[in-house]
Nanobody, 124 residues
Framework: QVQLVESGGGLVQAGGSLRLSCAAS????????MGWFRQAPGKERELVAA????????SHADSVKGRFTISRDNAKNTVYLQMNSLKPEDTAVYYC?????????????????WGKGTLVTVSS
């Protein structure tokens, strides 16, 4: 059974930092794109960041550029999201995701696997 399990969410004050982790299990994710989406209350789910297998291709949403950084450790089947200078508008449930096509993935298509999400709350 394929699982993507997120961790690292929580409550933080504005300006603070969190590091999200997503551990994949149940199959090999060799060649897979992995990334993070988020969904705030009353809003649609949006792509936050994506990274391809070799970490050559990376994409970050304009709203998080310069503050968030995605990375991965293929030996551990884990993807990370380092979030710095957090703002109240970053409050959302953050979902880990995996897919095959980088181009489809960054346009929020072609996601084959989803995690259950981890809540990030940024207080002002």
């Amino acid at each position: 059974q394929v699982q993507l399990v997120e961790s690292g969410g929580g409550l933080v004050q504005a300006g603070g930092s969190l590091r999200l982790s997503c551990a994949a299990s149940g199959r090999t994710f060799s060649g897979y794109v992995m990334g993070w989406f988020r969904q705030a209350p009353g809003k649609e789910r949006e792509l936050v960041a994506a990274i391809n297998w070799g970490s050559i291709l990376k994409s970050h949403a304009d709203s998080v550029k310069g503050r968030f950084t995605i990375s991965r450790d293929n030996a551990k089947n884990t993807v990370y999201l380092q979030m710095n200078s957090l703002k109240p508008e970053d409050t959302a449930v953050y979902y880990c995701a995996a897919g095959v096509s980088y181009q489809n993935f960054i346009y929020s298509k072609g996601v084959d696997y989803w995690g259950k999400g981890t809540l990030v709350t940024v207080s002002s």
